[in-house]
Nanobody
Framework: EVQLVESGGGLVQPGGSLTLSCITSGFPFSVYDMSWVRQTSESDKDLEWVAGVVAGEGTTYYKDSVKGRFTISQDGDRNRVYLQMNSLKPEDTAMYYC?????????????????WGQGTQVTVSS
């Protein structure tokens, strides 16, 4: 059974930092592309891809608005993926999901990811 479990969300002031973690199991982590996707409302239309890492080569990609602030990384030995978020802004407030897909054709498109976690809420507010 494929499982992705996120943690690390919370309430943080603008300018603060959080690190999200995603523990995975049930699939060969080393050949799956991983991404973080966020949702700002209950509407699927408000899903936006944030950051991703390509299996094997380790190439990372970021949404323009988070470049230089967010860093995605992975631990292949522990089948985990992380999202380090610095200089957080109120507009970063969202439910953050970890997503996995087998060699997705377009790593920056969340529609290609087939397995998702339950999400962890990030709220940036003073």
């Amino acid at each position: 059974e494929v499982q992705l479990v996120e943690s690390g969300g919370g309430l943080v002031q603008p300018g603060g930092s959080l690190t999200l973690s995603c523990i995975t199991s049930g699939f060969p982590f080393s050949v799956y592309d991983m991404s973080w996707v966020r949702q700002t409302s209950e509407s699927d239309k408000d899903l936006e891809w944030v950051a991703g890492v390509v299996a094997g080569e380790g190439t990372t990609y970021y949404k323009d608005s988070v470049k230089g602030r967010f860093t995605i990384s992975q631990d292949g030995d522990r089948n985990r993926v992380y999202l380090q978020m610095n200089s957080l802004k109120p507009e970063d407030t969202a439910m953050y999901y970890c997503a996995a897909g087998y060699r997705v054709p377009e790593p920056l498109d969340q529609r290609h990811y087939t397995s998702w976690g339950q999400g962890t809420q990030v709220t940036v507010s003073s």
